[in-house]
Every structure is written in C-alpha cells, then in structure tokens.
C-alpha cells in the first residue's frame, strides 16, 4: 500500500498504541477519582500534559485536552467572541479556514458580530498588508490556519500578532495548527500566539483527541459545562486511552527540522517527477508546507483517478469530494479555474513515505494517462 | 390474549382453478417474509389464510408490518382466539376490541359458525356479543345497516375468533405468480420503482446493474444494493447481477460517432441484461424509462433500444409524471438513498449533443466498428452475482 493522504489522517503509531491499550486494561481509573485509582490516572493525564506543553514551548497549564481538532477550534472561536463580545466585534479569519473555523464564525456573524474574510493571492497566502487593514481596534479574534490542509499554503502568523499589537486591539490571535503540528517548529510565545489547535490523529495519534493551547492570563468561555475538567474550559471525563495516545505520538515525532529537510527533498522529488508527464499542473508552490503537494491532472477528474489509484493500492485525496456540484472552495479562492480544480488531487505525506512510494504513484498516473477517457 | 392474522383472498378469488397455485405462492412469499420473528402456523381453510405465531415472544406488531407489505393481500385482519365457551367470548370481546369500540358511534355484530354443535345459533351469537360490547362501552348504538364498524365472530372448528375492522393490504398479485423478469438498475429513482411496480404484478425480480470502473465506485454498488433491499421488503430475494462496463464504453467512445455514444451504451446493456435475464429463466426486461424525461428517452430512442431485444420489455413508468414516481419511491422509501450522488456509469461517457431522434437503422450503422458479441461475452465472464433480501439473515446476504 502506498498510502498518500496523511493530510485525512495517518496510521496510528506503535507507541501510540502500547499506550491506549495500557489505559484500557490497566491503569483505567478516572483521573477525578479521590482514591490510588484515580491518583494514578491523574498522574498519567499530567505526564501527557507535560508533553504536550513542551511540544509547543507552553506551560503545563496551558493545554487542555479536546475532542480534536475541530473542537480546539469551535473552542477558540466561539470562546473569545463570547467572552470578549463586550470589548468589540470584528473577527478577522482568512477565506481558507477550515469549516470547523468557518461555520462558527458564519455562526457568530449571524448573531451581530462582524466577520471580515480576508482572501489569499494565487499560492493561498494571506497578504500582510490585508492583515494589517483588516485588524482594528474592534477585532476580539484573529484566526488564521498556520497550515492550509488543501494547499498546503503557510500563513503569515507573525504579521497577524503585529497587526493586533498595532491596532492596540483587544484581539486574540488563535491559529489552526491542525496541519502543522509535529511538522512545522511552533513556539507559541515567541510567535504571540494565544490560541492553538492541535488534532491528535494528523501525527500518528488515535481519533478523537486533540488539544487547545490558551495562554495564561487569557480567558475564553468554555463550550462544554459540567463537571469543571481541564480546568473548567472542557468538562467531562478526562479520555485517558486517546490522551495517552495522543503522548506516545508526540514521544515519537521525529526531530522537526533534521525531518523537514527530508521531507522538503522528497516534496521536490515528487514535484519533479510530476512536472514532466503532460498536463501536469503542480498548484501548491515552494513555499508551501512539504507535507502536502496539491496538484492537477488536467483532463481527468479527480475521482475517477482516485479509484484508478486505489485499485493500485495508492491512497490520495481529491481536495475536497467533488461530486456533483461540490466545488473545493480552498481551491476556488486562490483562482484556480474549474477545470483545474475538477482535476485536483492532493497528495500529503509522512514521516513513513519514501521515493519508492512517488514513484508507484508516477508510474500510476502515467498509466491512467494512457488508458483513461478524459472527462469533456 | 393470543392473536392472529387473517387474511381474506383478494383478487386471487377471481383466479378459478390456478386459485390453489397462488395461494399456495401466497403462502410461501408470507412465510419468507415472517422470516426471523419465531415459529408460526400458517394455514388456509375456506378461503381464509391465517397466520398463528406458536411461540411466545413472538413479534406480531412487526409481523403485521411485514404482512402489510406481501403483495397478493387486498386486506387483512388481526384476530383474538379464544375457546369456544360463550363465557369466554363475552369475555374476550369487549378487552380485546377496545381501542376499535373508543373510536366510533355505531357498529354491529356477525356472527358465522362452522362447527354445529356450539349451543348457540349465528344470531344469538351475535346478539350476545353485541350485549356485551354495549355494557362495555355505554357510548355505543347498534346499527345493522350502516355501522361504523362491523366485529366478526366466527366459531370454527378448534376455536372462536373475533375481529373488527381490516388492515389495507399492498394488493396486485404474489410475487412469482406472473413469472420471472429482469430489471436494469442503476441508482436512480426511477428504476427501483419500476421494479416495485412490476412485482406487485407477481413478477419475481432479478437485477442486472452495470459499473464501470473506476469511473464508478464502490460505493455506487453499494447504493444499488441497498436500494435492491428495500424493493426485496415487498418482492422477496432479488438475484443481482453486476457487469463490469468500462471496457465496452472504452470502445464505444473509440470506435463510434460522440451523438450515438449513450444509445448504443443503452443497446448494449439491454442485450448484456436479456442474455443474463435468458439465463435465470426471466422472461422480460424491465426499466425505468418514461418519456421525454432525459434525451435518450424520446420515442424513437426507445424503438432503437426495443430494437436491440426480442425479448418484451416493460416500462411501468412510462406514462407517470416525474411527481408521481417520486410519491412512489418515498412511499418505498428508495427515494433517499437514490439522490445520493454517486455517480453511474450513464452520466461519465456523455456526450455533448446527444443524438434525440434517431431513425431507425441508424444505431446499427453507428455501432458497426464494434464487435458487439466479443465484448459482450467478455462482460458475461466477469458478472458477480449477489442475492439481497432484506429479511434474510446475514450469513445468507
């Protein structure tokens, strides 16, 4: 199997996995529990605290675990408008936020908050001067993915601290790290980051978990209220299984630079190679994240690639499901004609995959080349 | 208090000497349906069928359900047993007809009784029991000429049953009494219809569905089998047949003017599926075609594609409005999962001016590059068959 959509998720890890089985057969207490039970899965719940806080530069207090990705962000977003909703209106994301970022967000501009869309140039970067007009002093929320998950396009994280502290607004920078996490060097104090969300399953972790970096001092509201876990911010029975899942696929992430430049070589690996078939067109550019190479087979739609690969045993994305009318707006917003975007297909690696997998994938797509129809 | 059904015969009574053949299918078809729910009797006596669960625990408002969808069934009751004691029957009466009595003004009693020896007469019978309900439910008054609702009791051999009002049953004739066909299904709404509506004749249903990989999915497989499972709820077991297509649409796009490409497809299928259908003993095709709904659906695209069978192909839907085919396919519950957008192997290869008005001979003359009995044979080799009936347990699907 050669499998190319670590983007959609990736295989769960060894240590991942030695970890979740212990807390299920083992040490499966509830970390609230006043009794040695509960004492011990507290203390596994602080160790993978810890190292997840390390990961990012952080203070053990500042992680709280989530559900994944999607409820860091739903967290992050609708927390700091409702808490910061007397201080002002404006939330500021870019036009490529994932719809976990999105749809709160649409959500919260229908109940009287201002939402200001900013749009990326043709390699879905977010401009600094947009950035800059964009942030006033009645913004409560900057929100921009450090990663995009189609494009693989990086976002100007540190211009958007600036423009806050320029503006003197009250806002909070929150950043989607979903992508990033594990494969980008985030430092969350030195980029002025307040909000970060990491998904679990996106670095060899189990489903179903993630956490929310909040920087001390700053107060959001929480979306889930109950019995007062994680610190008040997310209420409900701490998941020791996918926490400790979560742990053992830090502990194995591999050292991020010396793994960029590998992965950068193997980017460009697979960049030239399919640079020279035909009708080849290569979408995301070289400063987009290595991990994530979207490209377009012109004259062929993605889905019918998709199946033609995977009867091959090689697993790609077609960007986002583009069946019947289902555009990818990722795509869409950073210009990309119908026909290209008809023709989409992302490719996202990890730390497993090597040249040998680009060049199944090659071979592959020169053959649907020659055998497929091409689509009107 | 035990129940029954009871099911008096509809058109079947009108069947003269094939009626035995039908109930005797009729029969067959309600137990394959009860399949599951636990041990039960099923026998017919006069011409009455009644169906008597033997076991405790089992499931009769789900039994009822399913009964409800067997074709052959005009209509049908539930029924209380009792012993033939008059004691009991007044008994029995007034507890079990109670939410039928809550509802209505006026009813009256009939009273049969097949086993002469009980001590009272039909009329006294029904006299009594007609006493009963009225102590029971003050509110009532007889009305033997126009009453809301009419209880039945009937005194037969081993036992007393009692019984008002009828269950509407899904009527037509039983599944396999009219013979056997074969329906070509893609994912649409309307061919899951047009096999419903040729199984209430009493056809017996067999599908044939044509892929094309991996310009089609899995999952587009996936969506006809699952609307196979709601049509079998009403037809019994459907045997499916899957024709892998890519190859034969390869060579119809190279080997065959663009305007002609979805008719001659359509040719094709329609020999593919009367070959299949030869096999399995059916003796018709069935589709889904109206008219003028899509471009290959004018009359003479319909000749030319009647052209390429001899075998008789029936289109219960080509006189109905879209409306009325989609008031069908919710009423079947296929209409959900037939919008799903999974694409079919119909809309990839289409070409941009479609050809609506053929003339006859003109799609031979077009597919004469072909060679048509090659590919087709080719296609039969690699058919998978699967047999689907929503009823059936697991192991057998």
């Known amino acids: ?376 | 208090m035990k129940e029954i059904l009871l099911i008096k015969n509809g058109e079947l009574v009108l069947k003269g000497l094939n009626r035995f053949t039908f109930e005797d299918r009729l029969i067959k078809n309600i137990k394959n349906h009860l399949f599951g729910l636990g041990e039960v009797k099923i026998y017919k006596s006069q011409s009455t069928i009644y169906i008597e669960p033997v076991c405790d625990g089992f499931d009769f408002e789900e039994a009822l359900t399913r009964v409800k969808q067997v074709f052959g069934i005009a209509a049908f009751s539930r029924c209380a047993v009792c012993n033939k004691d008059i004691d009991e029957i007044l008994k029995t009466a007034p507890e079990y007809l109670k939410d039928e009595m809550k509802g209505i003004k006026t009813f009256k009693v009939e009273a049969k009784r097949s086993d002469k020896l009980f001590p009272l007469t039909s009329p006294q019978i029904a006299k009594e029991v007609g006493a009963a309900l009225l102590r029971a439910y003050p509110h009532l008054r007889v009305d033997v000429h126009n009453p809301d609702k009419t209880v039945t009791v009937e005194i037969r051999d081993y036992a007393a049953y009692i019984r008002a009002g009828q269950i509407k049953g899904a009527g037509g004739l039983p599944v396999g009494t009219a013979g056997r066909a074969t329906v070509l299904i893609s994912g649409g709404i309307d061919s899951p219809v047009a096999a419903y509506t040729m199984a209430k004749r009493g056809l017996s249903i067999n599908a044939v569905h044509f892929a094309s990989p991996p310009y089609t999915s899995k999952r587009a497989e996936m969506k006809v089998k699952k609307l196979l499972e709601k049509v079998s709820v009403y037809s019994g077991t459907i045997r499916l047949a899957i024709v892998p297509f890519t190859e034969i649409q390869d060579e119809i796009s190279k080997n065959c003017p663009e305007e002609f490409f979805t008719l001659i497809m359509r040719r094709i299928m329609m020999r593919i599926a009367e070959k299949i259908a030869k096999n399995y003993r059916s003796e018709a095709l069935i589709t889904g075609e109206s008219l003028g709904q899509v471009a290959s659906q004018t009359l003479s695209a319909i000749a030319s594609t009647d052209e390429a069978v001899s075998m008789p192909v029936l289109r219960p839907l080509i006189g109905m409005d879209k409306e009325e085919i989609i008031c069908i396919s919710r009423k079947i519950d296929t209409f959900e999962t037939s919008i799903l957008p999974y694409e079919d192997c119909c809309t990839v290869f289409t070409p941009k001016h479609p050809k609506t008005h053929p003339k006859p001979g003109q799609c031979s003359e077009a597919e004469k590059n072909l060679d048509i009995e090659v590919l087709i044979e080719r296609a039969l080799t690699n058919i998978d068959i699967s047999y689907i009936n929503y009823y059936a347990p697991e192991e057998d699907k």
């Open chain 1, 1 to 376: 199997m050669v499998y190319l959509d670590n983007s959609a998720t990736t295989k769960p890890c060894a240590t991942a996995i030695k970890y979740i089985n212990r807390c299920l057969s083992e040490n499966w207490g509830n970390p609230s529990s006043l009794h040695s039970l509960g004492i011990d899965a507290e203390q596994e719940l602080d160790k993978a605290r810890l190292v997840a806080a390390k990961s990012i530069g952080a203070d053990e207090k500042e992680i709280f675990f989530v559900s994944g990705g999607s409820e860091a962000n739903n967290t992050a977003v609708s927390g700091t408008a409702e808490a910061l909703k007397k201080r002002g209106k404006r939330i500021v994301i870019s036009s490529i936020e994932h719809p976990s970022v999105l749809n709160p967000a649409l959500s919260l501009g229908k109940s009287g908050f201002e939402i200001v869309k900013l749009h990326p140039d043709k390699n879905g970067v977010i401009s600094e001067q947009e950035i800059f007009d964009a942030v006033n002093s009645d913004t409560v929320l900057v929100s921009l993915m450090l990663v995009n998950n189609e494009l693989g396009s990086i976002q100007n994280i540190r211009a958007a601290a600036d423009a806050i502290k320029n503006a003197s607004s009250p806002a909070l920078l929150h950043c989607d790290a979903v992508q990033a996490y594990g494969k980008l060097n985030i430092n969350v104090k030195k980029l002025n980051i307040d909000l970060l969300s990491v998904s679990g399953h996106k670095i060899h972790g189990p489903k179903g978990i993630g956490f929310l970096y909040k920087s001390k001092g700053v107060n959001i509201t929480p979306l889930i209220l109950g019995g007062g876990q994680e610190n008040g911010l997310r209420s409900g029975t701490e998941s020791l299984p996918l926490i400790s899942g979560l742990r053992g696929a830090i502990e194995e992430l591999p050292d991020i630079d010396k793994q960029l430049i590998i992965q950068k070589e193997l980017w460009n690996y697979a960049k030239d190679r399919l640079l020279s078939l035909n009708d080849v067109k290569i979408n995301s550019d070289d400063n987009c994240s290595p991990y994530i190479l979207n490209i377009s087979i012109l004259g062929y739609r993605s889905e019918t690639i998709l199946h033609f690969l995977e009867e091959r045993e090689i697993y790609v994305s077609s960007g986002s499901a583009c069946s019947k009318g289902q555009k990818s707006y990722v795509l869409s917003e950073c210009g990309l004609s119908n026909k290209e975007i008809d023709s989409a297909i992302r490719i996202s690696f990890c730390k497993n995959n090597t040249k040998e997998d680009i060049d199944k994938l090659v071979e592959a797509v020169i053959t649907a080349q020659k055998v497929l129809r091409r689509s009107n």
